[in-house]
């Protein structure tokens, strides 16, 4: 991976375990704040998903998107991840 793609999924990594951040979190942490949609296409063509975790990737408004057309396996991730927190 080169360019923008690469800088959107190295920001990617940088979510704790448990947390999530937005695309346009993302795009600004990869350089280019306007660039949401582009960080949508490098977390949907990454083939290291369990390097990447593109499932701490949501919308804005907090929903968690398609997730590659399985939402319901985004879901699950997260919350194994918020299960898996010290003290929940």
């Not at 990447?52 to 990737?57: D, E, Q, S």
């Amino acid at each position: 991976m080169t360019g923008f793609t690469r800088a959107a999924l190295q920001a990617v990594r940088t979510i704790p375990y448990g947390q999530t951040a937005s695309y346009a979190e993302v795009a600004a942490l990869a350089g280019s704040p306007g660039a949401h949609r582009a960080v949508g296409s490098a977390c949907a063509k990454t083939p290291f998903s369990i390097v990447v975790p593109a499932h701490r990737v949501v919308r804005a408004d907090g929903s968690i998107g398609e997730y590659g057309g399985h939402p319901e396996v985004k879901r699950y991730l997260l919350d194994l991840e918020a299960g898996a927190q010290p003290g929940v």
